[in-house]
């Protein structure tokens, strides 16, 4: 039992340093309470066209309609990755399931030859070398393009996703810099993907002068536009292990969000009343507060990991029991 509780306390501390050195590379993060500015404070701001603000995953989201509903990032050079760099796009997804049609959830890229940048493309399969991918509902695509298709990375799940299923879903596309389509990585809810390659042509340069858009390519209204929900879109320019991916989906799976407000001053306790260090203070008073409790009817024995600012203490959430065990340790 010792042993367990010992191996168990590892992965929560390998778990946590992970998400430590995650914020580290993060470049923006969108978390889109309220509106659509960068929370990660480095400024690249989104600029809404027609997407509405409406209950998300965690807090707040955007609703995108399909038609012409975008959001364009500011500061595009923040983005400009070339074939040579590392980056990972993070983002929870809620497509209307209704509506399977090719749609692009986010893109640095604009809807004309030659199409340079990248895209993350959904209900989307790639096909051979020399012919135009296909619609394929619950498919994935990463594309990398300097000349499309001469000139390009197309990487496609091997099978359908959870895409259409009516939940949210989290998904983490990483790419590591080789040039290369095996350099390519899928995940959906902290599981990697198997992947299929189209495409493995790039020899170079994916630069352009296009903004990162949410909910369609540059410009919108490309007959490619989102139609559902997007929230908390991270983008990073490092790629990640299987256990950090693992943990960043843990990290918003198992958030509290009870929306309670103790102290009445019309802002719920957590995240958006400042001092609360962390999702069980609901009060602000540095005491656990036992009323924060699961409630979307999750599976998982362990849950939600959180490391309390200037406390020697993991909190774990056990929502099969609906218990909160504090677990002290020595040194952390």
């Given at each position: 039992?010792k042993?367990?509780?010992?191996?168990?306390?590892?992965?929560?501390?390998?778990?946590?340093?992970?998400?430590?050195?995650?914020?580290?590379?993060?470049?923006?993060?969108?978390?889109?309470?309220?509106?659509?500015?960068?929370?990660?404070?480095?400024?690249?701001?989104?600029?809404?066209?027609?997407?509405?603000?409406?209950?998300?995953?965690?807090?707040?989201?955007?609703?995108?309609?399909?038609?012409?509903?975008?959001?364009?990032?500011?500061n595009?050079?923040?983005?400009?990755?070339?074939?040579?760099?590392?980056?990972?796009?993070a983002?929870?997804?809620?497509p209307?399931?209704?509506?399977?049609?090719?749609?692009?959830?986010?893109?640095?890229?604009?809807?004309?030859?030659?199409?340079?940048?990248?895209?993350f493309?959904?209900?989307?399969?790639?096909?051979?070398?020399?012919?135009?991918?296909?619609?394929?509902?619950?498919?994935?695509?990463?594309?990398?393009?300097?000349k499309?298709?001469?000139?390009?990375?197309?990487?496609?799940?091997?099978?359908?996703?959870?895409?259409?299923?009516?939940?949210?879903?989290?998904?983490?596309?990483?790419?590591?810099?080789?040039?290369?389509?095996?350099?390519?990585?899928?995940?959906?809810?902290?599981?990697?993907?198997p992947?299929?390659?189209?495409?493995?042509?790039?020899?170079?340069?994916?630069l352009?002068?296009?903004?990162?858009?949410?909910?369609?390519?540059?410009?919108?209204?490309?007959?490619?536009?989102?139609?559902?929900?997007?929230?908390?879109?991270?983008?990073?320019?490092?790629?990640?292990?299987?256990?950090?991916?693992?943990?960043?989906?843990?990290?918003?799976?198992?958030?509290?969000?009870?929306?309670?407000?103790?102290?009445?001053d019309?802002?719920?306790?957590?995240?958006?009343?400042?001092?609360?260090?962390?999702?069980?203070?609901?009060?602000?008073?540095?005491?656990?507060?036992?009323?924060?409790?699961?409630?979307?009817?999750?599976?998982?024995?362990?849950?939600?990991?959180?490391?309390?600012?200037?406390?020697?203490?993991?909190?774990?959430?056990?929502?099969?029991?609906?218990?909160?065990?504090?677990?002290?340790?020595?040194v952390?």
């Amino acid at each position: 039992m010792k042993r367990g509780i010992s191996v168990l306390l590892f992965l929560i501390l390998v778990i946590v340093l992970s998400l430590n050195f995650i914020s580290a590379d993060l470049i923006s993060h969108w978390s889109f309470d309220g509106n659509a500015d960068d929370s990660s404070g480095s400024g690249n701001n989104g600029v809404v066209s027609g997407a509405i603000l409406t209950e998300g995953k965690s807090n707040q989201a955007y609703k995108f309609d399909g038609i012409n509903d975008y959001i364009n990032i500011i500061n595009e050079a923040s983005f400009d990755f070339e074939r040579t760099d590392k980056f990972s796009i993070a983002l929870w997804l809620k497509p209307d399931s209704a509506d399977t049609s090719t749609q692009v959830p986010i893109s640095k890229m604009r809807d004309a030859s030659p199409f340079t940048g990248w895209d993350f493309v959904i209900n989307y399969k790639g096909s051979i070398p020399g012919t135009q991918g296909s619609n394929k509902p619950g498919y994935l695509t990463l594309q990398i393009v300097n000349k499309y298709s001469n000139n390009s990375i197309e990487v496609s799940t091997s099978s359908p996703t959870k895409l259409n299923d009516g939940n949210y879903h989290y998904y983490v596309i990483t790419y590591d810099s080789s040039s290369s389509a095996n350099g390519v990585k899928i995940y959906e809810d902290g599981e990697k993907l198997p992947l299929t390659i189209t495409r493995d042509n790039l020899i170079s340069s994916i630069l352009n002068n296009y903004k990162v858009t949410l909910g369609d390519r540059d410009g919108g209204d490309t007959g490619f536009s989102y139609k559902g929900l997007i929230d908390e879109v991270k983008i990073f320019n490092r790629t990640f292990s299987d256990l950090e991916i693992n943990g960043l989906y843990l990290s918003y799976l198992y958030q509290c969000n009870d929306k309670i407000d103790n102290d009445a001053d019309g802002k719920i306790d957590y995240p958006s009343d400042p001092g609360c260090d962390s999702a069980i203070d609901n009060d602000e008073s540095n005491v656990i507060n036992a009323t924060c409790t699961d409630s979307d009817g999750g599976k998982d024995i362990i849950q939600r990991v959180l490391l309390q600012k200037k406390e020697k203490e993991f909190l774990i959430m056990n929502r099969k029991i609906n218990v909160l065990y504090l677990l002290e340790m020595a040194v952390i």
